[in-house]
T-cell receptor, first 113, second 111 residues
Framework: NAGVMQNPRHLVRRRGQEARLRCSPMKGHSHVYWYRQLPEEGLKFMVYLQKENIIDESGMPKERFSAEFPKEGPSILRIQQVVRGDSAAYFC???????????FGPGTRLLVL | QQQVKQSPQSLIVQKGGISIINCAYE??????FPWYQQFPGKGPALLIAIRPDVSEKKEGRFTISFNKSAKQFSLHIMDSQPGDSATYFC??????????FGEGTQLTVNP
């Protein structure tokens, strides 16, 4: 049973470009969470999605950031017009149900030049 | 009220010693308290977790102690090994929703 997969593992963007981060949950998991980890800091919740629905986006910046989890395919975290402050590691976690353990992927390290 | 405070920020222990990391929370609605281990360049990996209906949970060399009245919980690593050197995060959630993480503890176990 493959774990949570994220790609790309590393992403370099120039200011103003768009970043698309992908997350494939563990097999059988329909709940996806995105977290951001700034250098030398803990993980901060961004958004919680269940297939085709955004359940909780209270941790996501109101502008430039969006997330989706379509019926088919991976979950996507999209950052438009990236700025240097967006440089961070973005982790996706998945769970089988809301109450179950969240398993994390290896993360995508975004660097904005 | 959503914060989880973790201490110490860094910890150095000799091989074979006991590593102790502490966390405190404010939100009494939290009902799930996991600990994650993270190696450089990797994602967090679940180490051990506890719910507030028990005061202690042990898995191998790792033990969580939970004090509901004090709103505190701690991770004890017995017989610490150099391979345990990593960053440890405590976390808390309410009814399996979003995890609120502590700031992390960088553990170094010297040979």
């Amino acid at each position: 049973n493959a774990g949570v997969m994220q790609n790309p593992r590393h992403l370099v963007r120039r200011r103003g470009q768009e970043a698309r981060l992908r997350c494939s949950p563990m097999k059988g998991h329909s709940h996806v969470y995105w977290y951001r980890q700034l250098p030398e800091e803990g993980l901060k919740f961004m958004v919680y999605l269940q297939k085709e629905n955004i359940i909780d986006e209270s941790g996501m910046p109101k502008e430039r950031f969006s997330a989706e989890f379509p019926k088919e395919g991976p979950s996507i975290l999209r950052i438009q017009q990236v700025v240097r402050g967006d440089s961070a590691a973005y982790f996706c976690a998945s769970s089988a149900t809301r109450q179950e353990t969240q398993y994390f992927g290896p993360g995508t390290r975004l660097l904005v030049l | 009220q959503q914060q989880v405070k973790q201490s110490p920020q860094s910890l150095i222990v000799q091989k074979g010693g006991i590593s102790i990391i502490n966390c405190a929370y404010e939100n009494t609605a939290f009902d799930y308290f996991p600990w994650y281990q993270q190696f450089p360049g990797k994602g967090p990996a679940l180490l051990i977790a506890i719910r507030p209906d028990v005061s202690e949970k042990k898995e191998g060399r790792f033990t969580i102690s939970f004090n509901k009245s004090a709103k505190q919980f701690s991770l004890h690593i017995m017989d610490s090994q150099p391979g345990d050197s990593a960053t440890y995060f405590c976390a808390a959630s309410r009814s399996g929703s979003r995890l609120t993480f502590g700031e992390g503890t960088q553990l170094t176990v010297n040979p």
